[in-house]
């Protein structure tokens, strides 16, 4: 039996309905593809560039070589 994956719409609408705070955090790991752990414990200011778009995981979980993620929307 396949897994259920909901509909992108069906994510936002899940991401519209939680409180700003949870929501921020969701639609992260949504458009990033990084893990809630990264996010949550790794993700720092400095991680952030807001010229380039872009994300960097420094302190991955489960790989030894930092990532980089450009989110999919440019919103």
Do not use: Y
Request: overall charge positive; charged content about 30%; hydrophobic content about 35%.
């Amino acid at each position: 039996m396949l897994p259920f994956v909901p509909l992108e719409e069906e994510v936002d609408q899940l991401i519209a309905a939680l409180p700003k705070k949870t929501s921020t955090f969701v639609q992260t790991i949504k458009e990033t593809g990084a893990r809630p752990g990264e996010v949550k414990n790794c993700l720092k200011w400095m991680d952030i560039n807001r010229e380039s778009r872009t994300i960097i995981i420094r302190a991955p979980e489960k790989c030894m070589h930092a990532r980089q993620h450009k989110p999919h929307r440019t919103a």
